[in-house]
């Protein structure tokens, strides 16, 4: 496995839109820090790619130049409505606790048919009983896919390089 030092300096040689290496990958899928650090590259990279204002005179004007945003900004700080610049290292679940909850997930459906559940459903239900399980069982692992890509989004797109609209 990959130090984070060794998958982070592999990251930052690749070239924009290049295939990012299985090692690399396998790493950071694994270590939320890693993820957290090319989450707020991409996002660096996409707020520096963005137009910039040009002055009258023709000198490039950031956000931050212009003191009505700048008092936007305080304001919206002031009031509490901004985020805490540590927002991103929050609530991030590694990627081999996912694995352990698909993992149980799977592990439970597989088991209860063969549990005392299942064979008092089954004695009870007859037949009937398959349907409603599987529909649970299929709506369970759709919601788990479901919220593990959605809470990792940042990352397949990076991955697959999907690009966002401007």
Known sequence: MMTCDEAFNRYLELDKNERVPLRVTLHLFACPACRTGVRRLSRAERVLASPHAVSAQGAFLSASDDAAVLSAMERIRAAGLAYPATQDDEGRVSLSRWIGSGFALAFG?????????????RLAFGASFSIPLYLLCGIAVTSWCGVFIGSNIDFFVKKFGID???
Do not use: L, M, V
């Not at 459906?109 to 459903?121: K, L, T, V």
């Open 109 to 121: 459906f597989a088991i209860i048919p063969f549990s005392a559940i299942g064979e008092w459903s």
């Open 164 to 166: 966002q609209p401007a």
